[in-house]
């Protein structure tokens, strides 16, 4: 299983970015994708997830009217739309694939909020 993550980079107070984490080598239907984020001395904290059956989500507080999860199951392909974007959300944001037990992790994208 291969994810990769791409939409990441610079961006001013009050802007949009969107990123998409794009999966493939998997044949399973029933799997959770999730966005996490880690800045700098910090921990690794989850933003938001969904389900691919169904289209199930859940954010995180901090995010919560702000952000965006997406899914195009044809495409294998998950995305985050961020809006409003603040200083305190830039972080490397990953995209994380869980299939029963086993979990992937793509290598992350940098978002930097900041004028």
């Known amino acids: 299983v291969q994810l990769v993550e791409s939409g990441g980079g610079l961006v001013q107070p009050g802007g949009s970015l969107r990123l998409s984490c794009a999966a493939s080598?998997?044949?399973?239907?029933?799997?959770?994708t999730s966005w996490y984020r880690q800045a700098p001395g910090k921990e690794r904290e989850l933003v938001a997830f969904?389900?691919?059956?169904?289209?199930?989500?859940k954010y995180a507080d901090f995010v919560k009217g702000r952000f965006t999860i997406s899914r195009d199951n044809a495409k294998n392909t998950v995305y985050l739309r961020m809006n409003s974007l603040q200083v305190d959300d830039t972080a490397v944001y990953y995209c994380?694939?869980?299939?029963?037990?086993?979990?992937?992790w793509g290598q992350g994208t940098q978002v930097t909020v900041s004028s």
């Open positions: 994380k694939l869980r299939m029963a037990s086993l979990e992937y």
């Open positions: 080598g998997f044949t399973f239907s029933g799997y959770v």
């Open positions: 969904i389900t691919s059956v169904g289209g199930s989500t």
